[in-house]
């Protein structure tokens, strides 16, 4: 069987946890190269230092991310971190997307994902998210609110409060936001496997938007775009588990080298998780 090295090389060992066991409603990887193309409807697969026109995805619910629009293609970077691939996005208009995914309908949503941001813009930056602008109160987006350095989780227009989590702007980590089943009040923040809980600043709708995007927020996109590096997003159409988190945070770690950000209670801090 194959374990993760930081370097991206294999060795042998038990047979390691995945994603699949416990069915991601989406599921980017910039790192497989097979799921990777160079246009929106073409079969040709993107090669490093070229622009992404689709991501495949995973998660067995043929939901891709696409862009038409050749010059807002994000770039396939090689080696981007520790070993594995990523995409780039420039922040100006870099965004990939898809209009119908089957996100409407949902109060909670769960989204993690292995990204940095590579610098911040001036106004405001939305690495990842579902919805579309001008539909207040039913999004949910992963947000950086200008000029705060703190991660928040958004509906637009009913922001939830900045939580105490920094984007550490430069560097990957595990990032991740969600809504919680306890109550129609909470959402909660992840960085590197430390979780806080805010409240929200307006009402707790149902996402009746449907759409994903990833690089910025589909409808506005000047605003929104954010210049960061992707290496692979999980989105959830319910509240994940603490258990399901934590074992989504070890998959992460070890598959992107990121295992040292956790923190050492963590239950995967030496060893991935496996099945």
């Known amino acids: 069987m194959e374990w993760w090295g930081n370097s991206g090389m294999f060795a042998t ?18 790192s497989d190269n097979a799921t990777v193309f160079a ?11 070229g622009t992404v026109g689709r991501l495949a995805d995973k998660s067995g619910n043929n939901r891709d991310i696409t862009q038409a629009t050749a010059g807002r293609r994000p770039v396939y970077t090689a080696a981007g971190l520790n070993g594995r691939n990523v995409i780039t996005f420039d922040g100006t208009d870099d965004i990939l997307f898809s209009t119908s995914v089957g996100a409407s309908g949902f109060v909670s949503i769960s989204i993690l994902g292995v990204f940095r941001l590579v610098s911040t813009s001036a106004t405001e930056d939305i690495p990842m998210g ?14 950086r609110n200008s000029p705060s350095a703190t991660m928040w989780w958004s509906h637009y227009n009913a922001d939830y409060t900045s939580s105490t989590l920094t984007w550490d702007v430069g560097n990957y980590h595990i990032f991740g936001g969600w ?26 709708s149902v996402n009746t938007a449907d759409g994903f995007s990833v690089g910025s927020f589909q409808g506005n996109v000047p605003i929104f775009a954010a210049n960061m590096a992707v290496g692979e ?5 319910r509240a994940i588990s603490d258990e399901d988190r934590q074992l989504c945070e070890g998959y992460f770690a070890y598959r992107w080298g990121l295992q040292g950000n956790l923190p050492a209670a963590h239950p995967y801090k030496t060893s991935p998780p496996t099945v």
């Open 233 to 237: 997003v999980l989105v959830f159409y």
């Open 13 to 30: 060992g038990p047979t390691l946890w995945t994603p699949a066991q416990i069915s991601p409603s989406l599921w980017y990887d910039a």
């Open 130 to 143: 579902t919805g579309l602008t001008g539909t207040s109160g039913t999004t949910r987006t992963l947000y």
């Open 179 to 204: 809504n919680t089943a306890l109550s129609g009040v909470n959402a909660r923040l992840m960085r590197d496997g430390t979780v806080t809980t805010g409240s929200i600043i307006g009402q707790n």
């Open 39 to 49: 246009t929106d409807t073409g079969s040709t697969l993107a090669v490093t230092g």
